[in-house]
């Protein structure tokens, strides 16, 4: 494949998904012709470009199916579920003509003459729009203000008149007014011909914001005039924003102010999902300077920089070794700048989840229009950053546990109305950064796992025995094994070979982890834990015996001495470490090695789980940038090691996976204990 | 004229103890020297622990128990083989800690004989033949299989660990 | 009908305003100075006044206090015909209870918008 062409297809990749975002939005509010605009224009870059490379039929395609879209934009036809339908139909065959673009397979060829025919039909019964235009100007960009006025007490001795200057603003597009009667109307001194009115309003229409000020032209230096814009596109068009913003009680004595109109605006559009804003980041996107680079060329980057940073541990190893003033001082400048230039090229790396919730979104749509269930997928934190080779391989372990809750968590609107739910389902996908992890969340409101049900089908398919002791949460965590699915009738949607189990391990290979809580008939949550980059971290090299071990520094909390004659060798006992009295596991037993001959062991304070747990090692050498390297299937059981690393001196040392690794400790120490009693 | 020149084919001959083995050239990528090998804990106690291979980790697999042979401190001829393996379509390179490597005989296929099915200390799945060098036996290794098998030894059932004696000697 | 008092002593600009406004539907009264604006300050109903700034006799800052003193015109909007050179006469004249301004030279369809901003 030419390299023309490759970025052909990348950049066709990434408008059909910008395309898809613009759909959803478009079936929110048909009316608004800004999407309409981007629509058309997406397609029409999507025409241009596949005939200058030789794709005629989707060139071909896209040109009959743009032409709908012009005409909506010129006022020629009424935007409908059915031209949303065969657009959507549409957009899916493209994805498929881009791997086939002769239509080579007959399935595509079919579709083809389908989807064309249907088209054709649809172009020539457009019903010619009778009703004028939305709004006056079909090119103007629509915009929400936000326009406090309160009109000098003695506007009326100057002949004007407050209400006259309300009307001509509402005549500029669609308002919301809101009259405040200030307290002062209602004391004894109030004064007939002075005005103790004030005015909220919400405008939403083409106009600037020098439209909105000539209004005021004659009262702008008497009268407290503000003038915000809160949104893009008509917010009048929400109805919850409308209504918080118009229906108050009776007439108020005091105005919301921008401040509590803002956050309103910032509630309405974290819940109508981010699509809308994907859009406008699209926007943004072609102003702000940025440049395309294969991911190819990234990797590289990143291999560079792991190279250096391993060059640059011998480089400090060997300053250390010379004692040369000189040379130590160049050694830890190139220190700190391979710190900088390693945190700027993953930052590089870095993608907002934002990147990926499109494809959910449809997922969601696409299923609950097959599923007959109604759904509202709401995501918040999506701007959270994580890198792309990571957001590439959990993008389908969540596609597959949203399609889970899709399947086995919503009910259907009939089921949801008898338990007295809301018949529409929501689902929400939150992402945030805790420590070096970033959590996703994916978290429903359906039925809940319902553990008695779970337990009998585990006894059937004899992953547990009939008499085991499991508390609900352990029988829950069931769903993870192989060979494990709630479903009755395997559905076309989440029984389809791939189980949890599969989800599961495909987030452990990213040295991720998954949890599951779930209530009977409230929900279900999925959290999804996932280091920050697989690459590079910072960590802290220790010794035990004659080996290296590197444990992440942001697992670490504080480090202590004590005698090694108060370690009983034990492989764990409790200690007092900052009054608190810890488990301490004594890692020369862990890990098979001869007791301590060292007077004094350090103890390392971790906290990675619920409470704080200390491990014991032979010496703390300091911070150490650790380059990941795989430990490979050889030791794909020793998971409690994420990884190698190799050190200045050329010698491995392995990287532990601290919450892994004390999951196991606690698990072999209460077996250890049940022994014992 | 003969009707066919004899096909050879080159193998590495080590030797674990007073046993001459022997893998196809084509599997050995390298002979290193014998290096630190950082261990790693509560793993099998033939897989020696990692070695760092020009910036790749490389896990190293000690033959000497693989065969059911006793520890014995390294030496200097104690080397590491970097072997390229195939498990079900998948390549690994892996390190063999072997007692010394021998020479490079090229072997004329027609001489190799298949292993026999009984009265060899070895599974026969993982001996592809052996041929008669100058006053022994040579196992030709299946390194594939040897290398990649979970079990701890190749010993056939009855054949203990640090058994050193063979039965029909 | 709304009727609107012009005061200009300008002829031309009078009868501007005047067709102006009457093709807009409204009633005029026409004055050409200060003076005699005042007089039809007399109980006629007027629903707005413009007036030229610079006028013989009575200025228009002075018909605009005259009017603002009288109970029954005191809210009565008052539109000056001004210029842009006399800025500073503006902010006099919003001291002394101006409603607005129509900067000249002025279109016919700029003064019917000023005009309705103030009355309706």
Redesign the interface.
Same mark, same amino acid.
């Given at each position: 494949m030419s390299n023309l062409q490759a970025v052909f297809l990348a950049e066709t990749e990434e408008l059909i998904s910008t395309l898809e975002s613009a759909l959803l939005e478009f079936e929110r509010d048909l009316s608004n012709l800004r999407t309409v605009e981007n629509i058309f224009r997406v397609m029409h870059t999507i025409k241009g470009s596949a005939s200058m490379f030789g794709y005629e039929n989707l060139s071909n395609i896209t040109h009959h199916l743009e032409t709908i879209f012009d005409d909506i934009r010129a006022y020629k036809r009424q935007a409908d579920l059915q031209i949303l339908e065969i657009t959507f139909r549409t957009v899916d065959h493209i994805k498929s003509v881009l791997r086939d673009p002769d239509l080579s397979q007959s399935e595509n060829k079919i579709r083809q003459e389908q989807l064309l025919a249907n088209i054709h039909l649809m172009v020539q019964q457009k019903d010619v729009r009778t009703s004028g235009p939305v709004f006056a100007d079909s090119t103007a960009v629509i915009n929400t203000y936000y326009i406090f006025f309160r009109p000098a007490e003695g506007i009326f001795r100057s002949g004007n008149n407050p209400l006259f200057l309300i009307d001509d603003l509402a005549t500029l597009g669609k308002a919301i007014v809101v009259p405040i009667f200030r307290d002062a109307l209602f004391s004894d001194n109030a004064q007939a011909d002075l005005c103790y009115t004030e005015f909220e309003v919400v405008l939403a229409g083409g106009m600037t914001e020098d439209d909105i000020r000539d209004v005021f032209l004659f009262v702008s230096d008497t009268a407290d005039i503000q003038i915000r814009h809160i949104a893009e596109g008509d917010l009048l068009n929400d109805l919850s924003f409308s209504s918080a913003f118009g229906n108050r009680e009776q007439i108020p004595r005091t105005a919301f102010g921008y401040g509590i109109v803002a956050s309103m605006v910032g509630a309405v559009q974290a819940k109508s999902t981010m699509s809308s804003v994907v859009a406008a980041d699209v926007d943004r996107l072609g102003q702000s300077t940025s440049i395309r680079v294969s991911s190819t060329k990234l990797d590289e980057l990143m291999n560079l920089v792991s190279e250096l940073v391993t060059s640059q541990a011998r480089l400090m190893l060997i300053a250390e070794q010379k004692g040369m003033p000189d040379l130590n001082a160049v050694s830890e400048n190139i220190e700190k700048i391979t710190r900088r230039l390693r945190d700027n090229a993953f930052s590089i790396c870095l993608v907002p989840i934002e990147a990926v919730v499109t494809r959910y979104q449809r997922l969601i749509r696409d299923l609950s229009k097959e599923l007959s269930k109604e759904v509202v997928f709401t995501t918040s934190g999506t701007e959270t950053e994580l890198d792309k080779s990571l957001i590439e391989k959990i993008t389908d372990p969540i596609l597959h546990l949203l399609r889970n809750c899709m399947d086995h968590g919503i009910e259907t609107p009939e089921a949801r109305r008898a338990r007295g739910k809301k018949k529409e389902g929501t689902i929400h996908l939150k992402a945030y950064h805790s420590g070096t992890y970033v959590h996703i969340e994916i978290s429903d409101d359906g039925k809940g796992i319902d553990p008695a049900r779970v337990r009998s089908k585990a006894i059937n398919k004899g992953l547990i025995r009939e008499d085991a002791v499991l508390s609900d949460a352990d029988i829950i965590e069931l769903i993870f094994s192989p060979g494990f699915s709630t479903a009755d009738i395997i559905t076309d949607v989440s029984g389809r070979g791939v189980g949890m189990d599969v989800v599961r391990r495909n987030i452990e290979a990213v040295h991720g982890e998954v949890f599951v809580e779930s209530k009977l008939n409230e929900g279900t949550q999925f959290t999804i834990r996932l280091p920050l980059t697989l690459s590079i971290m910072d960590g802290m090299l220790v010794k035990i015996a004659s080996s290296d071990y590197i444990i992440p520094l942001a697992a670490v909390d504080k480090c202590f001495e004590v005698e090694t004659r108060s370690l009983n060798g034990d492989c764990s006992q409790r200690l007092v470490l900052d009054g608190n009295l810890v488990p301490v596991f004594n890692l020369r037993n862990v890990f098979d090695e001869e007791r301590s001959g060292l007077p004094i062991t350090q103890v390392v304070k971790l906290n990675c789980e619920a409470f704080p747990v200390g491990i014991t090692v032979d010496a703390i050498v300091g911070e150490y940038q650790a380059v990941m390297k795989p430990l490979g299937d050889m030791y794909q059981s020793q998971d409690e090691f994420s990884g190698a690393t190799i050190l200045g001196d050329g010698s491995v040392a392995l990287v532990v996976d601290p919450s892994r690794f004390i999951r196991q400790l606690l698990s072999k120490s209460n077996i250890e204990n049940l022994n014992k009693n | 004229m003969e009707l066919a020149s004899a096909v050879t084919q080159s193998y590495l001959t080590f030797r674990l103890d007073d046993e001459l083995f022997a893998t196809s050239v084509i599997n050995v990528i390298e002979i290193l020297e014998l290096t630190r090998i950082t261990k790693v804990p509560r793993s099998p106690s033939f897989m020696r622990g990692v070695i760092n291979l020009r910036g790749t980790v490389l896990p190293v697999i000690d033959a000497r128990q693989k065969f059911g042979l006793d520890k014995t401190p390294d030496t200097v001829n104690t080397c590491i083989l970097v072997l390229n393996i195939q498990i079900d379509n998948e390549k690994l390179t892996v390190g063999a800690l072997v007692d010394a490597v021998q020479e490079v005989l090229d072997i004329d296929i027609s001489t190799i004989q298949p292993a026999p099915s009984i009265g060899s200390r070895y599974k026969s799945e993982f001996i592809d033949g052996m041929v008669k060098g100058n006053d022994k036996f040579i196992m030709l290794l299946n390194v594939s299989k040897v290398f990649s098998s979970e079990e701890v030894s190749i010993l056939k059932e009855g054949y203990d660990m640090g058994e050193n004696t063979s039965i029909n000697q | 009908m709304k009727t609107i008092l012009i005061a200009d002593d300008s002829a031309s600009i009078r009868e501007l305003v005047e067709m102006t406004l009457r093709s807009a539907g409204y009633d005029v009264l026409k004055s050409s100075d200060g003076e005699h604006a005042i007089q039809h300050l007399d109980g006629t109903p007027i629903d707005?006044v413009i007036t030229d700034l610079n006028m013989p006799k009575v200025c228009g800052i002075e018909l605009l206090r005259e009017i603002?003193s009288r109970a029954d015109y /005191? &809210?009565?909007?008052?539109l000056l015909l001004t210029t842009e050179s006399q800025a500073a006469k503006k902010e006099e004249a919003?001291a002394a *209870? /101006? &409603? *607005?301004?129509i900067v000249k030279p002025f279109v016919p369809e700029k003064l019917l918008s000023v005009v309705h901003?103030?009355?309706?």
């Amino acid at each position: 494949m030419s390299n023309l062409q490759a970025v052909f297809l990348a950049e066709t990749e990434e408008l059909i998904s910008t395309l898809e975002s613009a759909l959803l939005e478009f079936e929110r509010d048909l009316s608004n012709l800004r999407t309409v605009e981007n629509i058309f224009r997406v397609m029409h870059t999507i025409k241009g470009s596949a005939s200058m490379f030789g794709y005629e039929n989707l060139s071909n395609i896209t040109h009959h199916l743009e032409t709908i879209f012009d005409d909506i934009r010129a006022y020629k036809r009424q935007a409908d579920l059915q031209i949303l339908e065969i657009t959507f139909r549409t957009v899916d065959h493209i994805k498929s003509v881009l791997r086939d673009p002769d239509l080579s397979q007959s399935e595509n060829k079919i579709r083809q003459e389908q989807l064309l025919a249907n088209i054709h039909l649809m172009v020539q019964q457009k019903d010619v729009r009778t009703s004028g235009p939305v709004f006056a100007d079909s090119t103007a960009v629509i915009n929400t203000y936000y326009i406090f006025f309160r009109p000098a007490e003695g506007i009326f001795r100057s002949g004007n008149n407050p209400l006259f200057l309300i009307d001509d603003l509402a005549t500029l597009g669609k308002a919301i007014v809101v009259p405040i009667f200030r307290d002062a109307l209602f004391s004894d001194n109030a004064q007939a011909d002075l005005c103790y009115t004030e005015f909220e309003v919400v405008l939403a229409g083409g106009m600037t914001e020098d439209d909105i000020r000539d209004v005021f032209l004659f009262v702008s230096d008497t009268a407290d005039i503000q003038i915000r814009h809160i949104a893009e596109g008509d917010l009048l068009n929400d109805l919850s924003f409308s209504s918080a913003f118009g229906n108050r009680e009776q007439i108020p004595r005091t105005a919301f102010g921008y401040g509590i109109v803002a956050s309103m605006v910032g509630a309405v559009q974290a819940k109508s999902t981010m699509s809308s804003v994907v859009a406008a980041d699209v926007d943004r996107l072609g102003q702000s300077t940025s440049i395309r680079v294969s991911s190819t060329k990234l990797d590289e980057l990143m291999n560079l920089v792991s190279e250096l940073v391993t060059s640059q541990a011998r480089l400090m190893l060997i300053a250390e070794q010379k004692g040369m003033p000189d040379l130590n001082a160049v050694s830890e400048n190139i220190e700190k700048i391979t710190r900088r230039l390693r945190d700027n090229a993953f930052s590089i790396c870095l993608v907002p989840i934002e990147a990926v919730v499109t494809r959910y979104q449809r997922l969601i749509r696409d299923l609950s229009k097959e599923l007959s269930k109604e759904v509202v997928f709401t995501t918040s934190g999506t701007e959270t950053e994580l890198d792309k080779s990571l957001i590439e391989k959990i993008t389908d372990p969540i596609l597959h546990l949203l399609r889970n809750c899709m399947d086995h968590g919503i009910e259907t609107p009939e089921a949801r109305r008898a338990r007295g739910k809301k018949k529409e389902g929501t689902i929400h996908l939150k992402a945030y950064h805790s420590g070096t992890y970033v959590h996703i969340e994916i978290s429903d409101d359906g039925k809940g796992i319902d553990p008695a049900r779970v337990r009998s089908k585990a006894i059937n398919k004899g992953l547990i025995r009939e008499d085991a002791v499991l508390s609900d949460a352990d029988i829950i965590e069931l769903i993870f094994s192989p060979g494990f699915s709630t479903a009755d009738i395997i559905t076309d949607v989440s029984g389809r070979g791939v189980g949890m189990d599969v989800v599961r391990r495909n987030i452990e290979a990213v040295h991720g982890e998954v949890f599951v809580e779930s209530k009977l008939n409230e929900g279900t949550q999925f959290t999804i834990r996932l280091p920050l980059t697989l690459s590079i971290m910072d960590g802290m090299l220790v010794k035990i015996a004659s080996s290296d071990y590197i444990i992440p520094l942001a697992a670490v909390d504080k480090c202590f001495e004590v005698e090694t004659r108060s370690l009983n060798g034990d492989c764990s006992q409790r200690l007092v470490l900052d009054g608190n009295l810890v488990p301490v596991f004594n890692l020369r037993n862990v890990f098979d090695e001869e007791r301590s001959g060292l007077p004094i062991t350090q103890v390392v304070k971790l906290n990675c789980e619920a409470f704080p747990v200390g491990i014991t090692v032979d010496a703390i050498v300091g911070e150490y940038q650790a380059v990941m390297k795989p430990l490979g299937d050889m030791y794909q059981s020793q998971d409690e090691f994420s990884g190698a690393t190799i050190l200045g001196d050329g010698s491995v040392a392995l990287v532990v996976d601290p919450s892994r690794f004390i999951r196991q400790l606690l698990s072999k120490s209460n077996i250890e204990n049940l022994n014992k009693n | 004229m003969e009707l066919a020149s004899a096909v050879t084919q080159s193998y590495l001959t080590f030797r674990l103890d007073d046993e001459l083995f022997a893998t196809s050239v084509i599997n050995v990528i390298e002979i290193l020297e014998l290096t630190r090998i950082t261990k790693v804990p509560r793993s099998p106690s033939f897989m020696r622990g990692v070695i760092n291979l020009r910036g790749t980790v490389l896990p190293v697999i000690d033959a000497r128990q693989k065969f059911g042979l006793d520890k014995t401190p390294d030496t200097v001829n104690t080397c590491i083989l970097v072997l390229n393996i195939q498990i079900d379509n998948e390549k690994l390179t892996v390190g063999a800690l072997v007692d010394a490597v021998q020479e490079v005989l090229d072997i004329d296929i027609s001489t190799i004989q298949p292993a026999p099915s009984i009265g060899s200390r070895y599974k026969s799945e993982f001996i592809d033949g052996m041929v008669k060098g100058n006053d022994k036996f040579i196992m030709l290794l299946n390194v594939s299989k040897v290398f990649s098998s979970e079990e701890v030894s190749i010993l056939k059932e009855g054949y203990d660990m640090g058994e050193n004696t063979s039965i029909n000697q | 009908m709304k009727t609107i008092l012009i005061a200009d002593d300008s002829a031309s600009i009078r009868e501007l305003v005047e067709m102006t406004l009457r093709s807009a539907g409204y009633d005029v009264l026409k004055s050409s100075d200060g003076e005699h604006a005042i007089q039809h300050l007399d109980g006629t109903p007027i629903d707005l006044v413009i007036t030229d700034l610079n006028m013989p006799k009575v200025c228009g800052i002075e018909l605009l206090r005259e009017i603002r003193s009288r109970a029954d015109y /005191a &809210t009565v909007p008052v539109l000056l015909l001004t210029t842009e050179s006399q800025a500073a006469k503006k902010e006099e004249a919003k001291a002394a *209870g /101006a &409603t *607005g301004w129509i900067v000249k030279p002025f279109v016919p369809e700029k003064l019917l918008s000023v005009v309705h901003k103030v009355i309706r």
